[in-house]
């Protein structure tokens, strides 16, 4: 599949089957994850890859019905410890989001030459998250993603143009 192809076809996905993701398709999505670019290569990041019993005790902290009947979710976080002892302190406001959302997009990227959905999961209580699964404080809760097999095609939405030039 090409890139481009890719880019064009992912939808966010937000109707999943009870399907379950091959180990090696799980894989080649943390290859996705690991192979983003980061801030000084310190890869200051965190997945956890959350299912069956641990996921239904993370419903708790989703305020989206949907996101309640996906089977897998990905809970994103950023090492702040690492951030700040190479930029000083604060900079984890702002390279956390930056690194984990290199490392998502590629997830999505990935996911689509799979025949996999995902979402983004911005509204997530993170303190609650924190707590079922147990993060430690070094690590910011960033966002979750959802993934799994689509039940539905996702509606394709328009675009703007963002861009302005300078010469
Ligand atoms: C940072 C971020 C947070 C998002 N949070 C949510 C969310 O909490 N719930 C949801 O249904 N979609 C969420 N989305 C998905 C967007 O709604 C979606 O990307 C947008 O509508 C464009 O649609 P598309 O992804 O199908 O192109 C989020 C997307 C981003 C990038």
Redesign the pocket.
Known sequence: MHVRDAIQE???I?KYKEKEIEAEKIELLKEALIWAPSAANLQARKFYFVSGKAKEKLNEAFH?D?VKKVPLVIVCCGDKKIIEEQFGEGADLRYNHLDTAASIENLMIQAVELELGT?????INRENAREILEIPAYLNVI?GVAIGYPAEK??K?TRKSIFEERK
């Not at 979402?119 to 509204?123: H, L, N, V």
């Open positions: 992912r939808r966010s937000r989206q949907w979402c983004w999961i911005g509204k966002c996702g509606e939405k």
